[in-house]
T-cell receptor, first 113, second 118 residues
Framework: AQKVTQAQTEISVVEKEDVTLDCVYE???????LFWYKQPPSGELVFLIR??????QNEISGRYSWNFQKSTSSFNFTITASQVVDSAVYFC??????????FGQGTRLTINP | GAVVSQHPSWVICKSGTSVKIECRSL??????MFWYRQFPKQSLMLMAT?????????EQGVEKDKFLINHASLTLSTLTVTSAHPEDSSFYIC??????????????FGPGTRLLVL
């Protein structure tokens, strides 16, 4: 069975602080994809990144960076110099052979001015 | 690119009526569309997977006669909540997956529909 765990239910930081959202996954598939989505208060899920299981290179996109480590089955997401607009619920998700998305429970991130 | 729309964004209806929600992929053809339900402060729950031209596949516990799904074209899927009751009130979100390349592996989500059944 596939499972995604986001142990941090809520995180609150002050603007400009760096923050890391943790994601740990379980799967028996050898080929799989990992995702991060952002859900602002409006409700829409915004796609942030997709990573396949054969590509462990870390990725940076502006203030966002992702650390994929197969050895620990983790796909963590870091926001550098956080801003109020980063406040949202962030979901980590996994897609394997069945190609269905399995979501974590989400982490509610609040950036305080 | 990869824009998915949903209509309506909000709907309030009386108990016993049926409500249709549309999901459209605007700039790509979607082989597969998915319907999710989300309760407040919870994660997304997959309801069904719909493939163009074939019957939807429902997740365990989801009533297929209650939630009718039609995927008539590569850009449109509809979810009809039949004989809606207050317990059907929720946030419904669709997603679409493309046919080729990166879009084949990624689900792009619509803005969601908030349903309130009185």
């Amino acid at each position: 069975a596939q499972k995604v765990t986001q142990a941090q239910t809520e995180i609150s930081v002050v603007e400009k602080e760096d923050v890391t959202l943790d994601c740990v996954y379980e799967t028996r598939d050898t080929t799989y994809y990992l995702f991060w989505y952002k859900q602002p208060p409006s409700g829409e899920l915004v796609f942030l990144i997709r990573r396949n299981s054969f590509d462990e290179q870390n990725e940076i996109s502006g203030r966002y960076s992702w650390n994929f480590q197969k050895s620990t089955s983790s796909f963590n997401f870091t926001i550098t110099a956080s801003q109020v607009v980063d406040s949202a619920v962030y979901f980590c998700a996994l897609s394997g052979g069945a190609q269905k998305l399995v979501f974590g429970q989400g982490t509610r991130l609040t950036i305080n001015p | 690119g990869a824009v998915v729309s949903q209509h309506p964004s909000w709907v309030i209806c009386k108990s016993g009526t049926s409500v249709k929600i549309e999901c459209r992929s605007l700039d790509f053809q979607a082989t597969t569309m998915f319907w999710y339900r989300q309760f407040p402060k919870q994660s997304l729950m997959l309801m069904a997977t719909s493939n163009e031209g074939s019957k939807a596949t429902y997740e365990q516990g989801v009533e297929k006669d209650k939630f009718l799904i039609n995927h008539a074209s590569l850009t449109l899927s509809t979810l009809t909540v039949t004989s809606a009751h207050p317990e059907d009130s929720s946030f419904y979100i669709c997603s679409a997956r493309g046919q080729q390349g990166a879009r084949r592996e990624t689900q792009y989500f619509g803005p969601g529909t908030r349903l309130l059944v009185l």
